[in-house]
């Protein structure tokens, strides 16, 4: 029988506790492994004490007497002794679940100059991210404290690419990829495409592998071309800044990758929340059109640009994603009474006075889909990590069909990706997400407990 008294809070203290008896597991064997090394009864060739044979007979008792490999443990090893103070801490208090604390040590490795506010930082968002996101949220971290060495390392990581094939149990067999972001995001979104154009009763899992079979083994001939999509500031386009790009989906990279994937791109502009008397223009043609007035609209779509086109003016150094991320560490130090006033455009009209175009539409227009989606690269909902492209666009103040008018608008100041999983959550009630300032999603489970999600995380 279950204890009826549990409670989140007892659920997170037992798994800090549990995390933190990992921690001793590992730290124990470490220390074994270090007086075993030094066991004078280990001799080499000419009965010359072996240090390295030494260690190496330790970690075998280790791994026999736990069941692990001795890779596992020769890991355990490596980490415990390149972990920085402030990591290890973290661990050692139950902070960091192991994989975690693996990614931050391996991400660490030769951070230049890695201040104490950047290690809390890490840990921070480490301590809050599911396993599948860990990475992702460290890289926007890192490329936001040192955008050259993050681009230097990653030229350095992507000679690292790979294919690799592991037997599996019953016949099945299990292909790995790995390689630059970039690179794999455009095959996988070519397998998705292929995938979702059959008609198929099988599950997605099983149309998704015979799409990859189908395009690898050159069976579908006009595969779909690549298609990715990446979003950058007008500077950083222009060749102006150094700001790294987002490549949807799959998080930051550098401004040069950026510029290069962009070289290829067809372009198109997106001007957001244009409530003055502003224009679009457009760049240079044998007969140029004349401006166009975008008065009142929420999201205004230039033409497709060809490519190679970049735009000629821009902001250098951008500081909108750091004004948000001090925005939200001030919001996490607010009461949960103080996170409710917050709550910017409670109406869900996003600001507006009068609806913009297609407002009172339920559905959202390919240009405000576009908007929402690159804003937030996945489901908002704490630690998830499935696509933006791949959720529901949740009205966050819920759109009345009856008299769409009254209810919350289809704007992007009303717009979150969530998942189907946590989109049910929302929709019974259970869980509450709402729109506070610069686009920060705050949420509030069942119990009171508060999450922050802010662009670009």
Same mark, same amino acid.
């Given at each position: 029988m279950y204890d009826t008294t549990v409670s989140v809070d007892v659920l997170v203290s037992a798994k800090v506790d549990a995390q933190a008896s990992f921690a001793r597991t590992v730290a124990a064997s470490c220390s074994y492994i270090h007086e075993g090394s030094r066991r004078p009864a280990v001799l080499g060739p000419g009965g010359v004490f072996d240090a390295d044979a030494a260690?190496? #007979?330790?970690?075998?008792?280790?791994?026999?007497? =736990?069941?692990?490999?001795?890779?596992?443990?020769?890991?355990?090893?490596? =980490?415990? +002794?390149?972990?920085?103070?402030?990591?290890?801490?973290?661990?050692?208090?139950?902070?960091?679940?192991?994989?975690?604390?693996?990614?931050?040590?391996?991400?660490?490795?030769?951070?230049?100059?890695?201040?104490?506010?950047?290690?809390?930082?890490?840990?921070?968002?480490?301590?809050?991210?599911?396993?599948?996101?860990?990475?992702?949220?460290?890289? +926007?971290? =890192?490329?936001?404290?040192?955008?050259?060495?993050?681009?230097?390392? +990653?030229?350095r990581a992507a000679l690292e690419r790979a294919a690799t094939v592991r037997k599996l149990p019953r016949g099945q067999a299990e292909l790995i990829i790995r390689g630059p972001a970039e690179k794999v995001a455009a095959m996988w979104r070519n397998i998705v495409a292929a995938a979702r154009g059959v008609t198929d009763p099988?599950?997605?899992?099983?149309?998704?592998?015979?799409?990859?079979?189908?395009?690898?083994?050159?069976?579908?001939?006009?595969?779909?071309?690549?298609?990715?999509?990446?979003?950058?500031?007008?500077?950083?386009?222009?060749?102006?800044?150094?700001?790294p790009g987002h490549l949807v989906g799959w998080g930051p990279v550098p401004a040069d990758v950026a510029r290069t994937i962009a070289e290829d791109a067809t372009?198109?502009?997106?001007?957001?929340?244009?409530?003055?008397?502003?224009?679009?223009?457009?760049?240079?043609?044998?007969?140029?059109?004349?401006?166009?007035?975008?008065?009142?609209r929420e999201v205004r779509r230039t033409r497709h640009?060809?490519?190679?086109?970049?735009?000629?003016?821009?902001?250098?150094g951008s500081t909108k994603a750091r004004k948000v991320r001090e925005q939200v560490e001030y919001l996490r130090t607010l009461s949960p009474s103080a996170l409710d006033r917050a709550v910017e455009n409670p109406d869900g009209h996003g600001g507006f006075v009068v609806p913009p175009d297609g407002a009172l539409a339920y559905r959202p227009s390919e240009a405000v889909a576009a908007v929402v989606t690159a804003l937030y690269s996945t489901c908002v909902h704490p630690g998830c990590a499935v696509p933006s492209e791949d959720c529901d666009l949740d009205h966050v103040v819920p759109f009345d069909h009856t008299?769409?008018?009254?209810?919350?608008?289809?704007?992007?100041?009303?717009?979150?990706?969530? #998942?189907?999983?946590?989109?049910?959550?929302?929709?019974?009630?259970?869980?509450?997400?709402?729109?506070?300032?610069?686009?920060?999603?705050?949420?509030?489970?069942?119990?009171?407990?508060?999450?922050?999600?802010?662009?670009?995380?």
């Open positions: 260690e190496a #007979c330790a970690v075998a008792e280790v791994a026999s007497a =736990l069941s692990v490999s001795t890779g596992t443990v020769t890991e355990w090893l490596f =980490l415990i +002794r390149t972990a920085r103070p402030a990591v290890q801490e973290a661990f050692d208090a139950g902070r960091l679940a192991y994989t975690a604390f693996r990614t931050v040590c391996r991400s660490l490795a030769g951070v230049p100059n890695a201040t104490e506010a950047l290690l809390q930082r890490v840990i921070a968002a480490a301590s809050r991210c599911t396993p599948g996101a860990v990475t992702s949220a460290i890289d +926007r971290i =890192l490329a936001d404290f040192d955008a050259e060495w993050h681009r230097i390392v +990653r030229e099988t599950s997605l899992p099983a149309r998704l592998f015979d799409a990859a079979h189908a395009i690898l083994t050159g069976a579908v001939s006009g595969a779909p071309a690549n298609h990715a999509v990446i979003v950058l500031d007008a500077a950083t386009a222009a060749g102006l800044g150094g700001e372009w198109q502009a997106l001007i957001t929340a244009a409530r003055g008397a502003e224009f679009e223009h457009h760049p240079p043609d044998p007969e140029p059109d004349p401006p166009v007035p975008v008065d009142g640009m060809p490519p190679g086109w970049t735009p000629t003016t821009g902001k250098l008299d769409p008018q009254k209810g919350g608008w289809t704007v992007t100041g009303n717009l979150e990706p969530l #998942c189907r999983r946590h989109h049910g959550l929302k929709t019974r009630r259970q869980w509450r997400y709402r729109m506070l300032r610069d686009g920060v999603v705050h949420i509030r489970d069942s119990h009171g407990n508060d999450y922050l999600t802010a662009p670009g995380e």
